[in-house]
């Protein structure tokens, strides 16, 4: 399946690449294809209209290169780090620009953070915001404390623990993907 990796930190030194990189790895590894939605590459506007409102092929070109990577996906992976026990705004200003497009697909949820508490409290924000695009959210999801000791620069870690939550994030991910593809192409 192809799988949108999401990201929204834009942070000098930002850690969470880390995860991302180590994600995209994984899902690699599992056969599937992946792309990363990083803001640092993918310079989307704050958002003023979100793509639906604009005429067809007048969205400012970077809305329409990410708009066209998620209508292809079949599942997303969101990463977010917790800022102010909250959603980072570079994630939330993604998100807010689409809609069509995460129509009847999943989502699965991987948090961070520099300290003990993972980002969850952010996590839990994020499932409310993607329900309120049409996403439905895997049941299990990976909180990653400490991220700068659980992951080296290159994304590399030695803990089973996290090799283990995050396998299965992706087989729900694979499952979901699976029956919601199937649902779609049935026209339901
Ligand atoms: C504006 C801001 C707010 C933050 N708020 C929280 C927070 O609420 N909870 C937390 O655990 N860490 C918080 N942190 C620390 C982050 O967990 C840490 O900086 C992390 O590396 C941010 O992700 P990034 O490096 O990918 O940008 C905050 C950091 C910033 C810059």
């Given at each position: ?42 310079q989307l506007p704050l958002i003023e ?11 400012p070109?970077a809305v ?29 200003n993604?998100?807010?620009h ?91």
């Amino acid at each position: 399946m192809t799988v949108a990796l999401v990201y929204g930190s834009v942070r000098d030194g930002r850690l969470g690449i880390r995860l991302v990189r180590y994600l995209e790895r994984k899902l690699a590894a599992r056969g599937h294809e992946v792309f990363t939605v990083d803001p640092n590459i993918f310079q989307l506007p704050l958002i003023e209209r979100r793509m639906m409102d604009y005429e067809v092929g007048t969205a400012p070109s970077a809305v329409e290169q990410v708009g066209d990577l998620f209508a292809s996906a079949d599942a997303f992976l969101f990463v977010t780090g917790e800022y102010n026990y909250s959603v980072p705004p570079a994630l939330s200003n993604i998100v807010a620009h689409y809609i069509e497009q995460f129509h009847h697909k999943v989502a699965g949820l991987a948090s961070y953070s520099y300290g003990p508490f993972a980002g969850v409290r952010a996590m839990e924000q994020l499932r409310s915001l993607l329900a309120g695009v049409g996403l439905v959210t895997t049941p299990r999801s990976l909180p990653v404390p400490a991220v700068h000791e659980v992951f080296d620069e290159n994304g590399d870690t030695t803990r089973e623990d996290v090799d283990s939550w995050t396998n299965d994030v992706l087989s729900d991910l694979e499952w979901y993907a699976g029956a919601l593809t199937n649902a779609r192409g049935n026209g339901q």
